[in-house]
């Protein structure tokens, strides 16, 4: 079946500190890869997307490659701030799927001043 | 104009209450969803519209229901929740049909059943 694996949380780290969230999936086909962000009382928002292998996303600074030989798509940042603290989920969805997105359980982030 | 906008987003009820959830998306998408957000579990798929069309409903029971009049909205009527029905439930859109389809979400419906 499909499923994402996301490590565990919460993550806890100072500010400027290098962040990495791992993320890796399983599929049937061929998925488009995303990661969300959730701030404190809010729902979820897009935070950067790959549809194919070696694509990599970035947004505000955060980045991850679609890596199809080990089926990952970690979340890294060089320098993370207090109001990067969140939640972040990894998805995937299938090609020609019903548009349904498979969440992994979610990563919370916390960033120490 | 925010993309998802869902109302309340709050809501506190009775076990006996009837209550809705409205969604409306401004992106012009062709498909919507809800999902449940529990403390501690992954999100959940519960319903599925395309083209104002229902094409998933995920075992979710019969106390939920939801409602697509058109492509821009989506209601989902409540009544004799249970105190685990509380959650965060959330409402996305998504253009289906476009080979770089990505839901958006809105900020979500804060619910607590008493």
């Known amino acids: 079946g499909n499923s994402v694996t996301q490590m565990e949380g919460p993550v806890t780290l100072s500010e400027e500190a290098f962040l990495t969230i791992n993320c890796t999936y399983t599929?049937?086909?061929?998925?488009?890869l995303f990661w969300y962000v959730q701030y404190p009382g809010e729902g979820l928002q897009l935070l950067l997307k790959?549809?194919?292998?070696?694509d990599k996303g970035s947004n505000k600074g955060f980045e991850a490659t679609y890596r199809k030989e080990t089926t990952s798509f970690h979340l890294e940042k060089g320098s993370v701030q207090v109001s990067d603290s969140a939640v972040y989920f990894c998805a995937l969805r299938i090609e020609r799927s019903q548009g349904n997105l498979i969440f992994g359980k979610g990563t919370k982030l916390s960033v120490k001043p | 104009e925010t993309g998802v906008t869902q109302t309340p987003r709050h809501l506190v009820m009775g076990m006996t209450n009837k209550k809705s959830l409205k969604c409306e998306q401004h992106l012009g998408h062709n498909a919507m969803y809800w999902y449940k957000q529990s403390a501690k579990k992954p999100l959940e798929l519960m319903f599925v519209?395309?083209?104002?069309?229902?094409?998933e409903n995920n075992s979710v029971p019969s106390r939920f229901s939801p409602e697509c009049p058109n492509s821009s909205h989506l209601f989902l009527h409540l009544h004799t929740l249970q105190p685990e029905d509380s959650a965060l439930y959330l409402c996305a859109s998504s253009q289906e049909g476009l080979a770089e389809e990505t839901q958006y979400f809105g900020p979500g419906t804060r619910l607590l059943v008493l």
């Open positions: 519209y395309n083209f104002k069309e229902q094409t």
């Open positions: 599929a049937t086909g061929y998925p488009s």
């Open positions: 790959a549809t194919k292998a070696d």
